[in-house]
T-cell receptor, first 115, second 114 residues
Framework: NAGVTQTPKFQVLKTGQSMTLQCAQD?????MSWYRQDPGMGLRLIHY???????DQGEVPNGYNVSRSTTEDFPLRLLSAAPSQTSVYFC??????????????FGPGTRLTVL | GEDVEQSLFLSVREGDSSVINCTYT??????LYWYKQEPGAGLQLLTY?????DMKQDQRLTVLLNKKDKHLSLRIADTQTGDSAIYFC??????????????FGAGTRLAVHP
């Protein structure tokens, strides 16, 4: 049981390049989400999914796309990387439903630098 | 509005108690959480408290909630060097589609020195 895995751990991009950050979970959780962590700002929600085939925007969705074709995977795509997207990206999963039991489990993060 | 605030840094001596404070603004918050982030790692849930509780104790951790003042604190008794990390306060709000959105504070970096 690997929990939540993210790849790659580190990535350097040039402005304008595209890439996909991978997130996978083996806990059969319905909810998956992507956050970015910037110094002094806590975590901000980018996109989330409440189940396969269903995605929605979070607080800071611009410049990112997501899809959820399976329960296990929730990739985050940067279409044309910008220096403002330099950040640490965390994927999180949780079980839907009962309040207090919908604990979010976080992956180890991907550190992205855009030059 | 949605906002969670924490002091950014706390330094304590090993063996002392640490108290990390947090204020939040949304009175509809139902659950409040404390997460711990060690260097190079993701966030790990430490504990949570339901909004109708005043206090929750879990081994060395004590969470106090003052709902009137929208103030949350985390007390770590007998602080150890392994407690050095960033601690995030988060409030749980309903988002569109029923998703439970977490609003995070900026995190408090706890440094434990001998």
């Amino acid at each position: 049981n690997a929990g939540v895995t993210q790849t790659p751990k580190f990535q350097v991009l040039k402005t304008g390049q595209s890439m996909t950050l991978q997130c996978a979970q083996d806990m059969n959780h319905e909810y998956m989400s992507w956050y970015r962590q910037d110094p002094g700002m806590g975590l901000r929600l980018i996109h989330y999914s409440v189940g396969a085939g269903i995605t929605d925007q979070g607080e800071v969705p611009n410049g990112y796309n997501v899809s959820r074709s399976t329960t296990e995977d929730f990739p985050l795509r940067l279409l044309s990387a910008a220096p403002s997207q330099t950040s640490v990206y965390f994927c999180a999963t949780s079980v839907a439903g009962t309040p207090g039991q919908d604990t979010q489990y976080f992956g180890p993060g991907t550190r992205l630098t855009v030059l | 509005g949605e906002d969670v605030e924490q002091s950014l840094f706390l330094s304590v001596r090993e063996g002392d108690s640490s108290v990390i404070n947090c204020t939040y603004t949304d009175s509809s918050s139902t659950y409040l959480y404390w997460y711990k982030q060690e260097p190079g790692a993701g966030l790990q849930l430490l504990t949570y408290i339901f909004s109708n509780m005043d206090m929750k104790q879990d081994q060395r951790l004590t969470v106090l909630l003052n709902k009137k003042d929208k103030h949350l604190s985390l007390r770590i008794a007998d602080t150890q060097t392994g407690d050095s990390a960033i601690y995030f306060c988060a409030e749980r709000l309903k988002f569109s589609g029923g998703y439970n959105k977490l609003i995070f504070g900026a995190g408090t970096r706890l440094a434990v020195h001998p």
